[in-house]
């Protein structure tokens, strides 16, 4: 059964850094395109960056609000997926998920809450 | 930047039926843009009922179908239950975009009254 359990967000200030973990069951973590989405308070999901595992190139690629200052890694040997922000800001703050990607659609964990004050 | 439209907010009576939809500035919503529903719940993460426009995954309700409608994508609910309250959110693939692969619609939040 495929889980995703997300951990790490807390309350920062804004211009911090902070690393939300994605941590992953069920599935070959190795093999497998997981996205992150965010939803802000009041407003919609917003989708943020994928990463796809070295069968698939290796790549990651980002939403233009948060390219170059959010990145998206894999731990192999501990089955997580992380969401490195850096530079926050007041925007950033939402409920992150993340989504593990297939062929039966994306499957998404409970998520985990980032808040940004200035 | 692609923008993709929701109505805002929904309301269905127990047992009847609703229909929401999921446009883009683009141009039509079509199967190349692989049209996913996703339900969200007050208090809980998303999850996927309508992936590639139509298809289900095994925990979606049968009340619920996915399509085409015109222009848009579309998400069916028949028999609405009490259960079936909270937010959908469109979801539509854009992979030759330069800005952001996946496009999330606005969300339509949804009361059975």
């Known amino acids: 059964e495929v889980q995703l359990v997300e951990s790490g967000g807390t309350l920062v200030k804004t211009g911090e850094s902070l690393r939300l973990s994605c941590r992953a069951s069920?599935?070959?973590?190795?093999?497998?395109?997981v996205s992150w989405v965010r939803r802000p308070p009041g407003k919609g999901l917003e989708w943020i960056g994928r990463i796809r595992t070295k069968p698939y190139g290796a790549t990651t690629e980002y939403t233009v609000p948060v390219k170059g200052r959010f990145s998206i890694s894999l731990d192999e040997s501990n089955n997580i997926f992380y969401l490195q922000m850096n530079n926050l800001k007041t925007d950033d703050t939402a409920m992150y998920y993340c989504?593990?990607?297939?062929?039966?659609?994306?499957?998404w964990g409970q998520g985990t809450l980032v808040t940004v004050s200035s | 930047q692609v923008v993709v439209t929701q109505e805002s907010s929904v309301t269905v009576s127990p047992g009847g039926t609703v229909t929401l939809t999921c446009g883009c500035s683009s141009g039509p919503v079509t199967d190349r843009h692989y049209p996913y529903w996703l339900q969200q719940r007050p208090g809980q993460g998303p999850r996927t009922l309508i992936y590639?426009?139509?298809k289900k995954q095994s925990w979606s309700p049968a009340r619920f179908s996915g399509s085409l409608l015109g222009d848009k994508a579309a998400l069916t609910l028949s028999n609405a239950q009490p259960e079936d309250e909270g937010d959908y959110h469109c979801?539509?693939?854009?992979?030759?975009?330069?800005?952001?692969?996946?496009?999330f619609g606005g969300g339509t939040k949804l009361t059975v009254l």
């Open positions: 069920g599935f070959t973590v190795n093999d497998a395109w």
């Open positions: 590639d426009t139509y």
């Open positions: 989504g593990k990607e297939g062929s039966e659609g994306p499957f």
């Open positions: 979801l539509l693939s854009f992979p030759n975009s330069p800005n952001s692969w996946w496009v």
